[in-house]
Structure formats: structure tokens, C-alpha cells
């Protein structure tokens, strides 16, 4: 049981929106915590797709885009390719847990 | 460039130790903090532990407490994880990743390609 609870599959057909939610609790997204997002294609290494709720790193198309409101997070695809298959995870902190690092259960994004 | 170069895979019976390990290039070793990252199969990413290898600091998650050990060896930037008796729970995919700014919201920049340990009889 994750910590933060994301849907396990979303799915859209090309050039289409899709949305990831990531639900928290007061512990970490509300109490004030960023949220990262990454992306997991098989058989690599997770890359960080959004940083600090809404921060785009270099090479990352603007066509995604993250938002954060009190204890949920959401990552949002537009204009979805075929190479955005992928499982995307949410990151946060807990302070639960001492300020541990927590992620996602993980969203296995399907493109029709 | 910013690289992470972790060791190569590991097929390993139950009880069995080993060290898995990460090495860093292309920035100051002690500037960032180390994590690993753990994937059993068909699950999601779970976070194992971090390091501060400027004086080998190290939190665990609680899932994780006891059951490995994370060191550095700052004179060739390399951090460890390891284990003195496996089970084969322990099998899955391990990464290593770097962050600037534990604890104070900070994300995961840069990854190694991941070590696959398998444990089995």
C-alpha cells in the first residue's frame, strides 16, 4: 500500500489529454511537500519528468505539465504520442516518516 | 555529464551476500546526497535508503531498516548496497540516484541504469 495513491492505468488515444492523479494525506503532499513526477519506459532507468510541482527540466516536452492543491497532485499529457507509453510515478516526502521519501503506487499510461 | 554506472547483474542463491555498487562521474560526489531505489517485479519503485557521503550520514526507510546496509567510499566515488543473507524477496531491479536536497522536498536528477539481483535455489 502506497502512501500516495495514483489510478493504476489511464489510457488515451493519440493527440488526446490524459491525467495522473497523485493522492496524498496532510503528512506529506498537504503539508506542504513538492511533488516530482517520473517516467518509466521498460527496461530504463526513471527520469524525472516534473520537479517542484510544476518545473519542466530541459528536454522535457511542455506538452506535460504538473499542478499541486492541498493534498493531491496531478500530472497532465496533451497531445499524447505514441512514445508517452509508460508507467509514471509521484514522489513526495513524509513527515510521518521523519521526512522520508515516498512514491507513488505508479500509473501504467496506455496509448490506444 | 552527469553519470551513475552501477555494477552488472547478480544471480544469487538464499543466505548469500553481496554488494551491489554505484559510481558517479561528472560531479562532486560529496555535493549530493545518494539514494537507492528498489522494483520487484511487476511493482513500483520503492525508495530503500540515502547517504550523505560527505561524512557516510545514512537513513533507511523503515520497510528496509536492518535488512540492508548503504556505505560510500568517497576516494572513488562509489556508493554500496548490501546484504549479508538474501532472500528472495530480495530479488528485483536496484538503482541508484542522486539528490541535492533530501528530506527538504528534493526530487532525483540523475539515475544509474539499474543492477538486476536475483536470488533463488
Request: glycine share 12%; aromatic share 12%; hydrophobic share 35%.
Amino acid at each position: 500500500q502506497s502512501v500516495l495513491t495514483q489510478p493504476p492505468s489511464v489510457s488515451g488515444a493519440p493527440g488526446q489529454r490524459v491525467t495522473i492523479s497523485c493522492t496524498g494525506t496532510t503528512s506529506n503532499i498537504g503539508a506542504g511537500y513538492d511533488v516530482h513526477w517520473y517516467q518509466k519506459l521498460p527496461g530504463t532507468a526513471p527520469k524525472v519528468l516534473i520537479y517542484g510541482n510544476i518545473n519542466r527540466p530541459s528536454g522535457v516536452p511542455d506538452r506535460f505539465s504538473g499542478s499541486k492543491s492541498g493534498t493531491s497532485a496531478s500530472l497532465v499529457i496533451t497531445g499524447l504520442q505514441a512514445e508517452d507509453e509508460a508507467d509514471y510515478y509521484c514522489q513526495s516526502y513524509d513527515r510521518s516518516l521523519s521526512g522520508l521519501a515516498v512514491f507513488g503506487g505508479g500509473t501504467k499510461l496506455t496509448v490506444l | 555529464e552527469v553519470q551513475l554506472v552501477q555494477s552488472g547483474a547478480e544471480v544469487k542463491k538464499p543466505g548469500e551476500s553481496l554488494k551491489i555498487s554505484c559510481v558517479v562521474n561528472g560531479y562532486s560526489f560529496g555535493d549530493y546526497w545518494i539514494a537507492w531505489v528498489r522494483q520487484a517485479p511487476g511493482e513500483g519503485l520503492e525508495w530503500v535508503g540515502v547517504v550523505w557521503p560527505g561524512d557516510s550520514h545514512t537513513i533507511y526507510s523503515p520497510a528496509f531498516q536492518g535488512q540492508v546496509t548503504i556505505s560510500v567510499d568517497i576516494s572513488v566515488n562509489t556508493a554500496y548496497l548490501q546484504w549479508t543473507s538474501l532472500k528472495a524477496s530480495d530479488s528485483a531491479i536496484y538503482y541508484c540516484t542522486r539528490t541535492e536536497n533530501f528530506h527538504n522536498s528534493g526530487w532525483f536528477d540523475a539515475w544509474g541504469q539499474g543492477t538486476l539481483v536475483s536470488v533463488s535455489s
